[in-house]
């Protein structure tokens, strides 16, 4: 778990990912053969073979804020990087790259949430101290430490640093002859911009994205079928992606021979870099592989160890039966 902890605690808002590159790459370079990035910052880490072209995709980058103006009592406004909730804001903390922190306020005293209304509180006494902190265009994201408690993992950042985990711990494992690309993407929350440069360059046969997805076993959730513990999500479709059938029905095979846990998983709100990479050239066999979690671009996201190692397995799998 030390490792999650460190792919989480690390700074990695989209377009600023090189940090989380640098220490995947660290970690990953004595299992690969080729490791490279490209222009638009993804980091590419291959095992040779001369079997199929397979692509696995998760992201590198979280949620963040970026500071658009600072006013002249010091407090920062801000704008998105990513698809935050108005809701998940109020109060919390957010961290710069150089260690700044500031608490999110508002200047709405009801239970209405404008971000145009909202500040980033730093300290600091007046807009020259403030500029001494932080510049226009730094981003910040939130703090929210890992801890573990009954088997459950709770962080921020999760999405997508757990997709990035167990590709990693699946390249540890994997023993094939298969080609294979694990692919560490940029800029996904911003709109799956990195995976689409990736694939192109590569051109696989095959393709999975790593992700997290919804739940909904929390009371009153929404009514969707995936729930935390019950093994890693197969998916069939979200908002960006149908999945292709054949790479939808090999996975279930392998789940079903390999005993790993599985369930089926259709996301109705938002999508992954399957969404970019299935319509590559001439278009890519594509399916994606979910970690199921709870409370997705909060500080505090939930996942289950089970369901992270049957996700592992699964890939595992996967790039050796494919
Ligand atoms: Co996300
Ligand atoms: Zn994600």
Do not use: W
């Amino acid at each position: 778990m030390e490792l999650l902890k460190k792919l989480t605690g690390t700074f990695g808002p989209s377009g600023c990912e090189e940090k989380i590159a640098e220490l995947i790459k660290k970690e990953t370079e004595a299992f690969c053969d080729e490791i490279y990035t490209d222009a638009l910052g993804n980091l590419v880490c291959r095992k040779k073979g001369n079997g199929k072209k397979v692509m696995f995709a998760s992201h590198m980058d979280e949620i963040g804020i970026v500071v658009t103006f600072i006013d002249e009592a010091g407090f920062l406004r801000f704008a998105d990087v990513g698809g935050l909730y108005l809701r998940n804001l109020i109060n919390r903390r957010v961290r710069f790259e150089n260690g700044v922190i500031g608490v999110i306020g508002t200047e709405e005293n009801n239970e209405k949430r404008q971000m145009a209304k909202m500040f980033i509180d730093i300290g600091a006494k007046d807009r020259e101290e403030a500029e001494k902190m932080v510049s226009i265009g730094d981003m910040a994201v939130f703090e929210g430490e890992l801890t573990v408690q009954n088997g459950k993992i709770i962080s921020k950042a999760l999405d997508d640093r757990v997709g990035c985990y167990v590709l990693i711990e699946a390249m540890k494992k994997v023993k094939s002859e298969n080609d294979l690309y694990f692919c560490f993407t940029t800029q996904e929350e911003v709109g799956l911009r990195g995976a689409r440069t990736a694939a192109y360059k590569i051109e696989p046969e095959y393709a999975l994205s790593v992700d997290v997805t919804d739940i909904g076993d929390t009371p009153k959730a929404p009514k969707m079928a995936v729930k935390l513990g019950k093994g890693t999500a197969i998916k069939v479709m979200d908002y960006s992606v149908i999945t292709s059938v054949e790479v939808r029905e090999k996975l279930i095979d392998i789940a079903e021979s390999r005993g790993i846990k599985y369930q089926r998983e259709i996301m109705m709100e938002g999508g992954t870099d399957a969404g970019v990479i299935h319509f590559t050239k001439g278009g890519v066999k594509t399916g994606g592989i979910s970690i199921p979690t709870r409370y997705i671009h909060s500080p505090s996201e939930i996942i289950d160890e089970k369901d992270l190692k049957a996700s592992i397995d699964l890939l595992v799998g996967f790039a050796e039966e494919i």
